[in-house]
């Protein structure tokens, strides 16, 4: 009966590890509000810390990385293990940045929020 339970439990695992592959490659979930001249991200980022993560713009995409060590003594003992460790997620803006880039970006209680302005193209034409 050993077996069994050692044969379990290892494939729990492995389905732990096969799910958190996936979670990392799909998360974490963006909300993204345009509001008058300004850009809002909010991004899900739960179990990392501040000094976790770290964000780049180049042109309209916005990198977005974080990784978290696990200390052997936890490796050792869990079974099964969803949560992602490490998140490395390019986002494509669906504006035209300004130079100077993003304006603030802040991270609390696991909450990521990033607020970019918005380049404004051409002028307004008046119509007589």
């Not at 390019?90 to 035209?96: A, D, G, S, T, V």
């Amino acid at each position: 009966m050993g077996l069994v339970k050692s044969m379990a439990k290892e494939m729990i695992r492995e389905i732990g590890n096969k799910s958190r592959e996936f979670y990392e490659f799909v998360l974490p979930p963006v909300d993204m509000y345009l509001e008058n001249d300004k850009l809002t991200l909010v991004i899900d980022l739960p179990g990392f810390t501040k000094k976790d993560v770290k964000l780049s713009l180049d042109g309209n995409i916005l990198f977005i990385q974080a990784c978290k060590e696990i200390s052997d003594l936890k490796s050792q003992n869990i079974i099964c293990n969803q949560r992602p460790n490490i998140i490395d997620k390019k986002i494509r803006l669906p504006i035209e940045v300004t130079e100077e880039g993003v304006s603030s970006a802040k991270y609390e209680q696991g909450v990521l929020t990033i607020i970019v302005p918005i380049r404004e193209h051409g002028k307004d034409i008046s119509i007589e």
